[in-house]
């Protein structure tokens, strides 16, 4: 007679990857015993690999943390009074249906503000699509312009390299003879679990990098040759003060510029 096994009670590792949004997605390898994460792992190989960080590999604290939040929450207070009371999915879910044919009723639909966006729980937004989906058949609703957590980014990339899927790699920064980490910390916001790793390889080959940030982050500390610490709110005007010092002095390269580039000429600090 062959006994049957209950899989929740085996002992087994799960592969898996973490779902913090530091743009990694990094290997884990979750120890289960008995339905329970004992461990959690990761990538063991040595150089460029998907080896998870200490906030990814210490997720078994937040998933069994006394304080998670594990049902829905009700304010009972006043705004601003941090009073709630736990209540259950179904009056969770009857509330905030009810709510939005209140307000569509009385408003009409363009009084919905969505703000989805991924982050964290993009795994469960489904990379907004879930959001997205169900409003256009709720009738519609108000979103908002750009993304929110690299607007910069997606204006600077568009108007440098014409797509935001510039096609760059880590392993281009080997090729570098100054980098620059301005208000990065790729130590702990990590970007790419091989990232700081290429960072530690250029510098060891002589490439000189240089963190600007308001704080002595840990990239800083372990990645930088120099640190400038910028007082906050100052950026724009250091960079411009750097452009005006570089044309004033004939530091850039004006062929490259010449070739290159659209719209120089129109800088008011040429």
């Known amino acids: 007679m062959v006994k049957k096994t209950n899989p929740l009670e085996e002992e087994r590792i799960v592969t898996t990857s973490c779902p913090y949004n530091c743009g990694s997605r990094c290997l884990l390898k979750v120890h289960v015993t008995k ?15 998907l080896k998870a960080c200490v906030r990814g590999l210490a997720q078994r604290e937040v998933l069994y943390a006394e304080d998670r939040i594990k049902r829905p929450l009700k304010r009972i207070g006043g705004r601003g009074e941090g009073k709630f009371s736990p209540i259950s999915w179904e009056e969770a879910l009857e509330t905030v249906s009810g709510e939005l044919a209140r307000v569509k009723k009385t408003h009409g ?12 729980v993009g795994c469960l937004h489904g990379a907004r699509r879930a959001a997205r989906r169900f409003f256009p058949l709720y009738g519609g609703c108000t979103k908002f312009h750009g993304i929110m957590s690299f607007g910069a980014a997606d204006f600077a990339s568009n108007a440098t390299f014409g797509t935001i899927m510039d096609g760059a790699s880590p392993d281009n920064l080997l090729h570098s003879r100054l980098i620059i980490l301005w208000g990065w910390n790729p130590v702990v916001t990590r970007f790419g679990p091989q990232t700081a790793w290429y960072l530690a390889k250029a510098r060891k080959a002589g490439t000189k990098i240089i963190c600007v940030d308001p704080r002595q982050s840990p990239s800083a500390q372990t990645l930088a040759d120099q640190w400038i610490p910028i007082k906050p709110g100052t950026d724009a005007a250091l960079l411009i003060a750097m452009a005006h010092v570089m044309i004033a002095e004939n530091l850039y390269d004006r062929g490259f510029v010449d070739a290159h580039t659209v719209g120089f000429r129109r800088l008011p600090i040429t």
């Open 109 to 120: 639909v363009n009084s919905v503000f969505l703000i989805d966006s991924l982050g964290s």
């Open 35 to 49: 339905g329970i994460v004992a461990q959690i792992g990761t990538d063991q190989r040595q150089g460029p690999s």
